[in-house]
């Protein structure tokens, strides 16, 4: 059975760093495309990054410089390090896996195959 199991939210003041962490089980991490979501209440969800099988990664423009998606192969478990936070990052974060070669965000994000449960993180002074 594949499972995600997201942990790490939590609060944090403006300019702070937090790190989000993804254990996969019931499949190989590394052979499947993984990112993360975020959705604020009344609003669509939307990636945030993104790193396929072959290791390349993808960030939304809002967090690029800031954010760094990475996985450790050996403990299947996909990680968002969030650094240097701001207010409008306050969402409730979403990883995601889908056996499919990367095709876009869109693809990825309307037909991946597993979701984590969510995990809120609240940037706020």
């Known amino acids: 059975q594949v499972q995600l199991v997201e942990s790490g939210g939590g609060s944090v003041q403006p300019g702070g760093s937090l790190r989000l962490s993804c254990a996969a089980s019931g499949y190989t991490a590394s052979s499947y495309c993984m990112g993360w979501f975020r959705q604020v209440p009344g609003r669509m969800r939307e990636g945030v990054a993104a790193?396929?099988?072959?290791?390349?990664?993808r960030y939304a423009d809002s967090v690029k410089g800031r954010f760094t998606i990475s996985q450790d192969n050996a403990k299947n478990t996909l990680y968002l390090e969030m650094n240097s936070l701001k207010p409008e990052d306050t969402a409730m974060y979403y990883c995601?896996?889908?056996?499919?070669?990367?095709?876009?965000?869109?693809?990825?994000?309307?037909?991946?195959?597993?979701w984590g449960q969510g995990n809120q993180v609240t940037v706020s002074s």
């Open positions: 995601a896996a889908d056996p499919k070669r990367w095709i876009s965000w869109y693809i990825f994000q309307y037909t991946a195959a597993y």
């Open positions: 790193i396929d099988s072959d290791g390349n990664t």
